[in-house]
């Protein structure tokens, strides 16, 4: 009996999806709800739609407490809000800032809310720490410790989408 090739590789392919099924497309990974939740509320604060931001943030901050960014951000939106938000703005700058030691961004929005919150001096020692993480950020608290307000238009520091 003579096979040809077409028929060869008919029969070799009909054992191996035999053996292991027909291939499949690639699963498409994952998505992370923290992720999402987080992305949610960063185009709401890029629209200035802080409560709304809020809402995303927090909920950012259930599927994942350990997210710093997410904490900082939860932060600016609630500092956003005005003065009744302030004390809840604040525990989560310092849960951000416990997170992550690093994140310059929170040592820079927590000094701007205790300039709002008339504590110049733990603003000062927020700038101190800045000046080692980021002289930029430390040069935009000192304008606000100076001033008393921060720059006009609004600026976003460190406000990304995760990944």
């Known amino acids: 009996m003579k ?11 009909s054992l191996v999806v035999g053996a292991f099924g027909a291939p499949s497309k690639p699963k498409e990974p994952k998505k992370d709800p923290a992720v999402e939740a987080y992305n949610a509320g960063t185009e709401h604060l890029f629209d200035l739609e802080f409560p709304e931001a809020a809402e ?9 407490s350990e997210m710093a960014a997410a904490h900082n951000n939860l932060a600016y939106a609630l500092r956003k809000q005005g003065g009744d938000h302030f004390e809840e ?3 989560h700058y310092n849960q951000a800032i416990k997170l992550d030691p690093e ?21 000062r020692k927020d700038r101190v720490t800045l000046q080692e993480l980021s002289p930029e950020l430390a040069d935009e608290l000192g304008y606000v410790i ?3 307000k921060e720059k006009v238009p609004e600026q976003f520091f460190g406000v990304t989408a995760e990944k």
């Open 103 to 123: 994140l310059a961004e929170a040592f820079m929005y927590r000094g701007v809310l205790y300039v709002m919150m008339g504590n110049d001096a733990a603003a």
């Open 146 to 148: 100076e001033n008393g």
């Open 56 to 64: 995303d943030l927090q909920r950012a901050i259930e599927e994942d």
């Open 3 to 13: 096979l040809n090739t077409a028929t060869v590789f008919a029969v070799s392919l």
């Open 89 to 91: 703005a604040l525990s």
